[in-house]
Structure formats: structure tokens, C-alpha cells
Nanobody, 119 residues
């Protein structure tokens, strides 16, 4: 399972760091990512990172957000700087997980963490 943490209330221009740790009998993790869903809007990809460290970002967060991962800890992070009110959303992490060598891949989701940017 994935456990996300780090959300909260922050003023515009502030920063937050989200974490998401995968637990259980995991053999391998491929792509990890963060998505968000604002009220009344569809869930959208914020950032993704491959097992090799390649990253991609939504245009709306480029230059402000940084995704990283610690493979030894099976954890993905999202450093969010220069936050704007439009970044307000529930943030979800996900990961492609393999439980055994040559086994199937599963897409796991975290429970979501609320980020609110407001003065």
C-alpha cells in the first residue's frame, strides 16, 4: 500500500513537501507519480518519475515543483514551492509495483492528502 503525508494549509508563495511511502512485500517499483484533483475538476497528473530518475511535469507546475524518489525507502517526494491558490487540491500518489520477480505489475494509489493554498 501507499501512505501519503505532508499536506496542509499554506499561504500563497509558501512551500510544502509531500511524501509517499510504499510498504509491504515489494520486489520492484517502476514509475511513481503525483496527481491532484481540485473540487469540480478531473484528476490531473502533476509529476512523474521513472525508476531511473527521469521526470515529467505538468506545465502548470514546471519550475515550482520537484519530484524525487528514494528507491531504498520505496518513497516518492514532491517538493512544492511558490504555491498558488490554484494548486489547492487533494494530492494522490501512485506507483507501479511488482511483488515478485516476473510477477504482474499493479498500480497502487495512496489515500490522498489535502493541500490548501490560501491567505
Amino acid at each position: 500500500q501507499l501512505q501519503a503525508s505532508g499536506g496542509g494549509l499554506v499561504q500563497p508563495g509558501g512551500s510544502l513537501r509531500l511524501s509517499c511511502a510504499a510498504s509491504g512485500s515489494i520486489f520492484s517499483i517502476n514509475t511513481m507519480g503525483w496527481l491532484r484533483q481540485a473540487p469540480g475538476k478531473q484528476r490531473e497528473l502533476v509529476a512523474g518519475i521513472s525508476s531511473g530518475g527521469s521526470t515529467n511535469y505538468a506545465d502548470s507546475v514546471k519550475g515550482r515543483f520537484t519530484i524525487s524518489r528514494d528507491n531504498a525507502k520505496n518513497t516518492v517526494y514532491l517538493q512544492m514551492n511558490s504555491l498558488k491558490p490554484e494548486d489547492t487540491a487533494v494530492y494522490y500518489c501512485n506507483a507501479d509495483v511488482q511483488m515478485m520477480l516476473s510477477g504482474p505489475w499493479y498500480e497502487y494509489w495512496g489515500q490522498g492528502t489535502q493541500v490548501t493554498v490560501s491567505s
